[in-house]
């Protein structure tokens, strides 16, 4: 997933500036697949070395998001996918691509990302899933290089260079949360909130659960946020 270096400089959008996401003090393919990264095969451009043309975002309708990675060693036609948020901490700049995603609306999803936007890192298909840090997009959606790589576990027989069909953004590294954020706790959240009301009732982490790039409300991404000072239910 993640690449060697990227050397474009971050630039924080108006609309990501309403979160302070510093530590307090006090206290399936069309429907959805979830990213699959290879280590140490990635970079933030073409790796022929040609320039790559980014998409446009659309006009967003979100700008804190969701996205999911594998800590964990699987191999993959004998290619470890591991990525977790170490992973990308120990990346020149902190900073990688989010390649290898095959499914239309989390392409859709990081289509509309733009430069500020902050995601969760997501640790996914994992003996504990959960949210462990926060990172933030640094470039918007370009080529996705790796559907053209026959090598690449990501290789696409029916994307076209003329016609790309799969894109990625630039990640970069922030920190990690005060403490894991586990799914399971997450989810006790989501079920009382859909019962009385509540930031977390209609959560796409469980109501599109498979989805790898998910959007967030700022309700949810504060709440959640807000969750690494508090002790574990």
């Avoid at 400089?9 to 609309?15: C, G, N, V, W, Y």
């Avoid at 920190?175 to 796409?204: C, D, N, V």
């Amino acid at each position: 997933m993640a690449p060697k270096k990227s050397t474009r400089a971050s630039t924080r959008a108006a609309d990501s500036s309403t979160f302070d996401v510093t530590p307090k003090d006090d206290d399936s393919q069309e429907e959805v697949e979830v990213k699959k990264p290879i280590r140490g095969k990635r970079s933030a451009s073409d790796s022929s070395g040609k320039k790559t043309k980014s998409v446009p975002p659309s006009i967003p309708l979100f700008s804190h998001w969701l996205m999911k990675s594998e800590p964990e060693t699987r191999l993959e036609y004998g290619v470890d996918v591991k990525f977790g948020i170490e992973d990308l901490k120990a990346l020149p700049n902190q900073t990688g691509c989010w390649d290898g995603v095959r499914n239309y609306q989390a392409r859709n999803f990081m289509r509309d990302m733009r430069e500020g936007h902050v995601a969760f890192f997501y640790h996914s298909n994992c003996k504990e899933p959960g949210i462990a840090g926060v990172m933030e997009v640094v470039k918007v959606a370009y080529v996705d290089h790796t559907q053209f790589d026959k090598k690449d576990v990501h290789f696409d027989a029916s994307s076209k260079a003329d016609n790309p069909k799969w894109s990625m953004v630039d990640v970069r590294y922030q920190r990690m949360l005060q403490r894991f954020i586990p799914l399971s706790e997450l989810k006790k959240y989501h079920l009382k909130h859909r019962a009385t009301g509540g930031p977390l009732k209609s959560m796409a982490l469980f109501t599109s659960a498979r989805l790898s790039i998910q959007p967030l409300t700022p309700e949810e991404f504060q709440f959640v946020l807000d969750l690494e000072t508090k002790e574990p239910t």
